[in-house]
């Protein structure tokens, strides 16, 4: 008896509690079919528009809103595919190899992650000015700053998970270091390597102040994009 | 023996040769531009790049310290990293509390509350941009004219405290599903029977929290606050694009480096930081290794 209201305060709380959250995004989806002088005027308030209208999805499309969704898209796959491959090689190292400086290097590998691009911003703008690369497809070597040590830190975790025993039956059957880790650790930590791509894939494309500083000329990211408008 | 020696030798050689591409870049990257910046923030930085920076020595950190607004950005990003903190934190352990039972649709529930986490910042300001404006924003249209919390509409974009409101609100609502995931991963990995023993032991919901649920999640939490602080210390992005009521310190130092154009002061800024957020993470690491 007792339990049962307790559930269904627990279920209005839950569902009171999502809606303050979503709102904000079923806020501005309704909105944007609103025509221009109804988002800004007497009727803002209102949740259906009487008018719905889809031109502020045709102005998107002709503000060449592909161009940068494009660029942006381009951006964070490169990044996606270079960190998650050289992030791998490296947690690999560092959960089943022994060498000397080891342990030094996860230690900087996990400071670094500590350090956000703002410290960083002004030397690598420096850089980029000097070398010609602002505007170019290159800021994508700077995102692995943001991106690198995170996904470094997640692929070691679950190399970690990687049984011992299915390496070491490898090693018996004559399996070099390099074949165990390309046939046995990277299928086997698969889910791992996802998770790590698409945590980097994230970052990337929700990056805003290297964007911002490393392309003078607008238009060139969905997101600067945005700013603009 | 000697075939062992070379087999390890091997194994050392692999290893380096793994490593060497992440701490090329790392190097190149990250601990370049840092000793670069310390470099320049000994030196008069022309806007010419083609001219070479002057030395002069601890001048830029003299400016930095005499100035007020610098003061008074580093007082005001230790007020937003505190309740920021603290925020982020408790409402993503309440969430995760909440969503850690067992109901109907959990699923979706739990993918819908990282939704703010997942979508790009910039759009999400849009949003609350809109909803807070001062005449047509629905959030002024619920608190004014419905519920009549304020006498007059609030101009959260203009006035100083409102404004640091807003951030702080936006910044919780933006980075708690990140607390919340870490929590209930963590939550997720308690041993069931820890909570079966308890309640054969008569303890009840509360007594079960503080004795079970808060110490196992402890080391989660612990990281949590350090990272956050880290990362909001640093905070730019939504502070900025909200609002230019609240200069913290990201917004400062953007401002000197790229509205200003000073490099050498804006190096001195970074350095300065960076001191500050060691000196607290070697204080914090002290802190945690006593317990």
């Not at chain 2, 020595?57 to 920021?84: A, H």
Request: net charge positive; charged share 10%; aromatic share 16%.
């Amino acid at each position: 008896m007792v339990n049962k209201k307790v559930e269904r305060l627990f279920a209005v709380i839950i569902v009171l509690y999502l809606l303050i959250i979503v709102f904000p995004f079923i806020w501005v989806a309704l909105t944007s079919f609103k025509p221009e002088s109804e988002i800004w005027g007497a009727s803002a308030l209102k949740v259906f528009s009487n008018n719905a209208t889809v031109e502020h999805y045709q102005a998107l499309i002709k503000a060449h809103i592909f161009n940068s969704l494009k660029n942006s898209l381009i951006i964070s796959s490169i990044t996606t595919i270079y960190v998650t491959f050289v992030a791998s090689c490296c947690a690999y190292a560092i959960a089943r190899l022994k060498f000397a400086g080891k342990n030094l290097l996860l230690a900087v590998v996990l400071a670094t992650s500590m350090f956000p691009q703002m410290i960083v911003v002004g030397p690598i703008y420096n850089v980029f000015v000097k070398l010609g690369w602002t505007n170019s497809y290159f800021i994508s070597l700077p995102y692995s700053m943001i991106t690198l040590p995170v996904a470094i830190f997640i692929l070691v975790t679950h190399f970690s998970k990687v049984p011992k025993e299915m390496e070491e039956s490898a090693s018996i059957d004559g399996a070099s270091k390099m074949k165990t880790f390309i046939k046995i650790i990277l299928p086997l930590a698969l889910p791992g390597i996802f998770t790590s791509a698409i945590i980097t894939f994230i970052g990337v494309w929700n990056e805003f102040l290297l964007s911002l500083t490393l392309n003078l000329l607008w238009l060139f990211y969905s997101k600067n994009k945005l700013y603009q408008a | 023996m000697s075939q062992k020696n070379s087999l390890k030798r091997a194994e050392a050689r692999l290893g380096f040769i793994f490593i060497l591409p992440s701490l090329i870049l790392i190097l190149s990257i990250i601990i370049y531009p840092l000793c670069y910046n310390i470099y320049l923030s000994f030196h008069k930085v022309a806007l010419n790049p083609l001219k070479t920076p002057k030395f002069i020595g601890f001048s830029n950190y003299l400016t930095l310290f005499s100035d007020g607004e610098f003061l008074k950005s580093l007082m005001l990003t230790f007020l937003y990293v505190i309740i920021t903190v603290a925020t982020s934190t408790t409402v993503g352990l309440l969430v995760a509390l909440l969503m850690n039972r067992k109901f109907k649709g959990r699923g979706i529930a739990r993918s819908l509350v990282i939704l703010p986490y997942v979508a790009p910042v910039i759009s999400l300001v849009f949003v609350w941009q809109y909803m807070f404006n001062g005449i047509y924003g629905v959030v002024n249209y619920a608190a004014v004219d419905k519920l009549q919390l304020f006498n007059a509409a609030p101009a959260w974009f203009d006035h100083p405290v409102l404004s640091m409101a807003l951030v702080i609100l936006f910044d919780t609502w933006r980075v708690f599903p990140y607390s919340f995931m870490m929590i209930l991963a963590a939550l997720q990995a308690i041993d069931e029977s820890l909570y079966e023993a308890a309640m054969i032991d008569g303890a009840g919901a509360w007594k079960q929290f503080w004795a079970i649920t808060f110490p196992e999640i402890l080391p989660v939490i612990s990281s949590l606050v350090v990272l956050r602080a880290i990362w909001n210390f640093y905070k730019f992005d939504d502070v900025y694009l909200l609002t230019k009521q609240v200069p913290i310190m990201g917004v400062y130092l953007y401002q000197t480096a790229f509205s200003v154009y000073d490099f050498g002061l804006a190096a001195a800024i970074t350095v300065a930081l960076f001191i500050i957020v060691m000196t607290f993470v070697l204080f914090v690491r002290r802190k945690v290794n006593r317990i």
